[in-house]
Nanobody, 114 residues
Framework: QVQLVESGGGLVHPGGSLRLSCAAS????????MSWYRRAPGKPERDWVA????????KYDDAVKDRFTISRDDAKNTLYLQIHFLKPEDTAVYYC???????WGQGTEVIVYS
């Protein structure tokens, strides 16, 4: 059974940093591309943020590419998203996703406030 557990969110001021984690289980983590998505307050859909294929191939949405870094530790079955220079518009619930499955975790909430 695929499980994705996100963590690391919190309340931060603009300009701050966070590192989000996604602990994966139930599948061979190293065999799959992984992505981060986010759902902003009041929006029904999740927006794509970043994808990591086989290291070090990564892709980013233009809105985050200079501030976000996606990475993975295949030995720990964990996906990361390092976020710098947070902006209020980064406020959202962040989710990780395995490209081979439809499962979603519960997400981790990031709130950027002045």
């Amino acid at each position: 059974q695929v499980q994705l557990v996100e963590s690391g969110g919190g309340l931060v001021h603009p300009g701050g940093s966070l590192r989000l984690s996604c602990a994966a289980s139930g599948f061979t983590f190293s065999n799959y591309a992984m992505s981060w998505y986010r759902r902003a307050p009041g929006k029904p859909e999740r927006d794509w943020v970043a994808t990591i294929l086989e290291y070090p191939v990564t892709k980013y949405d233009d809105a985050v590419k200079d501030r976000f870094t996606i990475s993975r530790d295949d030995a720990k079955n964990t996906l990361y998203l390092q976020i710098h220079f947070l902006k209020p518009e980064d406020t959202a619930v962040y989710y990780c996703k395995c490209h081979g499955f439809e499962s979603w975790g519960q997400g981790t909430e990031v709130i950027v406030y002045s």
